[in-house]
């Protein structure tokens, strides 16, 4: 049994492995599921300027709800079209983060949200980048996405577009003010797990490999 396949049945994070040759990232771009991902983050800068410029928020709302719509879709159509690949594996997450990111600068230059938060969830994402480095590092692939990644992500989507509903003084703000604030804690919340959950699965593979070359020698 090789390293990888000891490192794989031994942990549940992501092991080192030699993969087949893929085909040319020009290539892979060029597939419907990326296509969508490429689109999805050029939305972004634009999102972000209606936000911060004329503060169209219903263009804005457009923009992140058809930026959710996509991140859906483009999942969906690469299992159904047997097109997954590695650059979709970055630029989906990629996209999903730098919507996030964005909104939450956007939300608290115009005091939508509390600083503290944004705080939380920025420092979330600067440990899973120096973590991601780590794994790199010593030869590992990115972690794959965890279920409660992607229910943070799911509730955070959905929560940024309703508190961009709810400003000003309105009978819709009031029925939907809950329901968005629901979602932002949990979405919160979750987010901050799914990150500690990724230390914890770097510390285990370095521990595995330290302890395998301890064994080795």
Known sequence: MTESAKARDRADVTVPAEQAPE?????QALTIPNLLSILRL??????LWLLLGPQEDGWALSILIA???TDWLDGKLARWLNQQ?????????????LYIVATLVAFL??????????????????????????????????????????????C??????????????????????PI????TIWGGLLYLWSGALYVVQTVKAI???????????
């Open 23 to 27: 085909p040319s990232l020009a290539r």
């Open 42 to 47: 050029a939305g972004v800068p634009v999102f």
């Open 67 to 69: 930026g959710a719509f």
């Open 85 to 97: 690949s590695r650059l979709g594996q970055l630029l989906d997450p990629a996209a999903d983060r």
């Open 109 to 154: 230059v115009r005091d939508i949200i509390p600083w503290w938060f944004v705080a939380a969830l920025v420092a979330r994402e600067l440990i899973v980048g120096v973590a991601l480095v780590i794994l790199r590092r010593n030869g590992f692939a990115p972690p794959e996405v965890t279920y409660v990644g992607k229910g943070a992500t799911f």
């Open 156 to 177: 955070l989507m959905y929560a940024l577009p309703l508190l961009l509903l709810i400003q000003g003084d309105s009978q819709v703000a009031d029925i939907v003010g």
């Open 180 to 183: 968005a604030y629901a979602f």
């Open 207 to 217: 521990s595995q490999r330290h302890s395998q070359q301890v064994s080795g020698s």
